[in-house]
């Protein structure tokens, strides 16, 4: 308990240190008023419209109203479309948790099984088939990814929708352009785990004891080597969750992803603070997360912790 208690006030600690760092980073990047102002208006309806969002305060006042806001679970308005951010990212949530979860889906299902048989047939044709595919979803950015997806299944074969949020087939090409990356990862990094322990003593005593391939694996080789696989997998799905930018903007995806873009090129401060203090929190969360699996797979974690 006492470590859990130690990483939530680091957690809150991280937070705080994002929230600063986003406020004062985008007050260095123009003032929004001069882009929500009509290009008629005077100096007047500036000051006027500059007051109404209190960004006629001083700096350090505004800082601290906006801590304030945090810690009382207001999150302000959007300054372009009026309305609660809370509101606005609640709307968009639900699409970015969908295709997050699509991806890392497909990241589980075809990742760590490529990287079990390239370990367990290494030299073989299996693992010349395989690695290339590795490398390649790991050379291939996700905005090359998903416009050659576009171009061949959408455009050519007309198999699939190339944008928008209409049902399951319109989460099958943004899905799998966010996943190929991850698929790769943790395909290379189950690999590299899994070839460290087919050197350890215990796995030539099994072959000699004449275990096959299959109960060595499930029942050895995955548990004692699943520790480094589990961190590959958390990183990733935090990854996914906040790191969708991309993606959603090559498939107007209407996601957070999406919303984060068109916030910072409407300077709406509120919003994009909101949403990257947001993206801050599932990292941490799912760091969090992934410390309580280590000790559920691993007691011997949980005891080096209760003795330090």
């Not at 109203?65 to 302000?76: K, P």
């Not at 990356?181 to 990094?189: F, H, K, N, P, Q």
């Not at 309580?292 to 330090?308: E, F, G, H, N």
Request: with cysteine; net charge neutral; aromatic share 8%.
């Amino acid at each position: 308990m006492l470590y859990f208690g130690q990483r939530i006030v680091q957690a809150l600690v991280s937070l705080i240190g994002v929230a600063t760092i986003v406020f004062f980073i985008l007050r260095l990047t123009g003032d929004p008023v001069l882009l929500m102002a009509p290009q008629n208006a005077t100096a007047e309806d500036i000051e006027r419209l500059r007051e109404a969002l209190g960004l006629d305060q001083p700096l350090g006042v505004q800082y601290i109203d906006y801590l304030g806001q945090i810690f009382t679970g207001d999150l302000g308005r959007s300054y372009i479309q009026n309305l609660p951010v809370i509101d606005i990212i609640m709307e968009r949530l639900p699409y970015t948790i969908d295709l997050a979860v699509s991806a890392f889906i497909l990241t589980v299902v075809i990742g760590i099984p490529i990287g079990m048989l390239t370990a367990i047939y290494k030299g073989t044709w299996v693992e010349k088939v395989c690695m290339p595919i590795i490398l390649i979803g790991q050379s291939m950015p996700a905005f090359w990814t998903g416009i050659l997806l576009i171009m061949l299944v959408s455009v050519q074969l007309r198999w699939l929708p190339s944008s928008g949020a209409d049902g399951l087939q319109s989460l099958i090409l943004p899905a799998i352009t966010l996943a190929s990356l991850s698929i790769a990862t943790v395909a290379r990094m189950t690999r590299s785990s899994i070839l460290e322990q087919l050197g350890q003593d215990y796995v030539r005593t099994a072959r000699s004891k004449g275990v096959g391939t299959p109960r060595l694996l499930f029942r050895h080789l995955l548990r004692n080597s699943c520790i480094p696989i589990i961190t590959v997998l958390g990183l990733e799905f935090a990854n996914l969750l906040g790191g969708s930018v991309i993606t959603e903007t090559i498939f107007a995806w209407p996601g957070l992803g999406q919303l984060t873009i068109q916030s910072i090129q409407a300077r709406d401060f509120p919003l994009i603070q909101a949403v990257v203090l947001l993206g801050a929190a599932f990292y941490i969360v799912v760091n969090l997360i992934t410390d309580s699996i280590y000790a559920w797979v691993d007691p011997r974690i949980k005891l080096r912790r209760d003795a330090s």
